[in-house]
């Protein structure tokens, strides 16, 4: 009882408090008017001769406008790959490999500021994000697997470890350069060429990347980065000279890509969708909790696969769990991404901007109670307010299905079997986070929820040398660590 009366004293947050604006300057953006594709080591114009707009969601402004590459130009891409791989790749000694992949490691930190700029109006996440985290992690990715390159025999030993050759790439909108340094660093320290494509509504940091790529020196071909739709990525997957198909991003697409590759020897991996399970009991810390709970569903504006998106919360400690979460949400910062002050910035495209209000309504009139926090948005641009569900069934579609926005489903329980239950009853397996004091509880709950990455009182920590990957909807492979290498190797 001592422990909930001293919960009782709520933190009092004041969100009418006037912050002056702290806003980044775009004055280092080097943004060109039109990008072509990045093939072979050099720009070329599409053989599509068609280009198209990538806009800032916060402001709805066009940045630039990029190629839409058309069936020709990925055979051209992945030819460059192939040549690349026979001539050059397959015959530079891992030490050689290792070296690029550290220059384009330090050359993305040299380049930090820029590419963060770049990463939040191309995409709309809070400066502080891309600049703490998106950029940073992204160089880590790289520093990490330079270091393996010439070490694969140890990490695989007496297998003989051999790359697969061209690897095709195709990665999500809510990560851009960071889901792009997850593909491209495991793959060439494993002797891999690529063909990477970003997505349609955030291409700038990944042709940004192209730059540095081809700055760095790096063997033409070595590394493709080619721009467009879902038509694009459709004809990587299909392309029959593709080794390896790696995608981030929708179970719908993910669903396509196993059809598609299905009887072909196409090794491959899929990182998909997720509705993890956040888990509150009442020994936790709960202040500490709700501060991971916050984090968890709205870093990123909630365009997170791993997203704490279900919340359980004991019953014993529900009302003060609620309320602390309440006024925790009146005092984030919604708004202009650019500013460092913003904890939420704007939606990834209007496109995911209806999906997010499409389950709004479905939450309610599926007789769940909604709470959004009080804060004024922008009248231009795409943004939502953070937002939580109380009253929710467990078959509510709120608590089934992938929404990628900052929308929270809160439900009860009481014991660690009917939270267990609870958690594991859905067709994702990407993620989930426990919060308790008791040691014993983590191991019991880690041993039995059925997610790829568990966290124990804390939430969304990433490191390259931790494998991230799902169960059953969310995907099958690693990424990162000692098993992303294997994704890329034939033992
Ligand atoms: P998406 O899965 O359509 O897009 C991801 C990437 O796949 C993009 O580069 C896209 O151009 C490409 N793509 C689309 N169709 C393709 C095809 N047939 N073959 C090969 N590549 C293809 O995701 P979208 O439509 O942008 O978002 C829809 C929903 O997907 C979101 O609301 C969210 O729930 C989920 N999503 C989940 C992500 C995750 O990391 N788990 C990332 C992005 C979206
Ligand atoms: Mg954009």
């Not at 700055?215 to 739709?229: F, H, K, Q, S």
């Not at 459709?234 to 299905?262: E, L, W, Y």
């Not at 009253?391 to 299905?401: M, T």
Request: proline share 5%.
């Amino acid at each position: 009882m001592a422990g909930v009366k001293k919960n009782n004293l709520r933190l009092k947050f004041d969100s009418s408090r006037n912050l002056a604006p702290a806003p980044e300057s775009k004055s280092i953006a080097n943004i060109a008017d039109r990008y072509d594709l990045f093939i072979n080591g050099k720009f070329e114009k599409p053989s599509s001769k068609k280009y198209f707009d990538t806009i800032n969601p916060a402001t709805e402004e066009k940045l630039s406008s990029v190629a839409e590459a058309n069936n020709a130009d990925v055979n051209k891409a992945v030819s460059a790959a192939r040549t690349a791989y026979e001539k050059v790749w397959k015959k530079t000694s891992a030490k050689e490999r290792a070296k690029y992949i550290y220059r384009i490691a330090r050359m993305i930190q040299e380049r930090a500021r820029e590419l963060a700029v770049i990463e939040t109006l191309d995409g709309g996440k809070p400066i502080r994000e891309s600049r703490d985290f998106d950029v940073p992690t992204a160089a880590n990715h790289f520093f990490y697997y330079a270091g393996w390159a010439d070490k694969l025999e140890y990490a695989f030993p007496n297998k003989n470890p051999q790359p697969l050759g061209v690897a095709g790439q195709i990665i999500p909108w809510n990560f851009p350069l960071l889901m792009a340094a997850w593909k491209i660093a495991p793959a060439l320290a494993t002797g891999n060429t690529v063909v990477l494509k970003p997505a349609e509504t955030t291409p700038l940091t990944a042709l940004k990347l192209a730059e540095i790529i081809q700055e760095a020196d790096l063997p033409p071909g070595v590394v493709n980065i080619i721009t467009g739709a879902g038509a694009t990525g459709a004809a990587i997957v299909n392309h029959p000279d593709i080794n390896k198909i790696a995608f981030t991003g929708s179970t719908d697409v993910g669903k396509i890509i196993q059809r598609a590759v299905a009887g072909s020897d196409k090794k491959v991996t899929l990182e998909l969708g997720g509705k993890a399970a956040n888990i509150i009991f009442d020994d936790a810390p709960l202040d500490q909790a709700v501060e991971g709970v916050i984090n968890g569903i709205f870093f990123n504006q909630g365009h997170v696969c791993c997203a704490g998106s279900r919340l359980f919360v004991q019953e014993s400690v529900y009302k003060i769990v609620l309320q602390k979460l309440k006024d925790r949400m009146e005092s984030l910062i919604v708004g202009n991404p650019m500013d460092k002050n913003t904890d939420v910035g704007a939606i990834n495209s209007r496109q995911q901007l209806e999906v997010i209000h499409k389950y709004l309504k479905i939450g309610q009139q599926e007789g769940a109670e909604m709470f959004q926090s009080s804060c004024a948005i922008p009248k231009k641009g795409f943004y939502c307010r953070p937002t939580i569900f109380t009253n929710v069934a467990q078959s509510n579609r709120i608590a089934q299905e992938e929404i990628f926005g900052p929308v929270l489903a809160i439900q009860t329980f009481r014991t660690e079997d009917e939270v267990i239950e609870k958690a594991n009853n859905t067709p994702f397996g990407l993620s989930a986070g426990v919060w308790t004091d008791k040691g014993s509880k983590i191991f019991n709950m880690t041993s039995k929820l059925r997610a790829g990455v568990i966290w124990a009182n804390t939430y969304n920590k990433f490191d390259p040398v931790s494998p991230f990957g799902g169960y059953k909807e969310s995907g099958f492979g690693r990424e990162g660590g000692l098993h992303g290498l294997g994704a890329y190797l034939k033992v």
